[in-house]
């Protein structure tokens, strides 16, 4: 996948803490910012498949009396 440029703007405390926080790290201000990136996107996927499994969870009863135990609909508990 190729790069895209990305120009952003923050206060200088920030941008100091973040080329600190890089250079603790060993590496460049880019591969810094991608990794939070990456690391938000991740944490967003984990809390959807938490909240539809605590759905399913609340309302499998109402699943179960509208569509029958007929096999179709797995155990999202496993």
Do not use: P, W
Not at 1 to 26: F, I, P, S, Y
Not at 47 to 72: H, N, P, R, V, W
């Amino acid at each position: 996948m190729g790069k895209k440029q990305l120009n952003v703007r923050v206060d200088a405390t920030t941008a100091e803490m973040a080329r600190e926080r890089a250079e603790q790290q060993g590496i460049s201000m880019n591969q810094y910012i991608e990794r939070l990136v990456q690391q938000d996107m991740g944490e967003s996927g984990r809390a959807f498949i938490d909240a539809a499994a605590q759905f399913m969870k609340e309302y499998e009863t109402a699943f179960l009396a509208e569509f029958g135990d007929s096999g179709e609909l797995q155990d999202v508990r496993r």
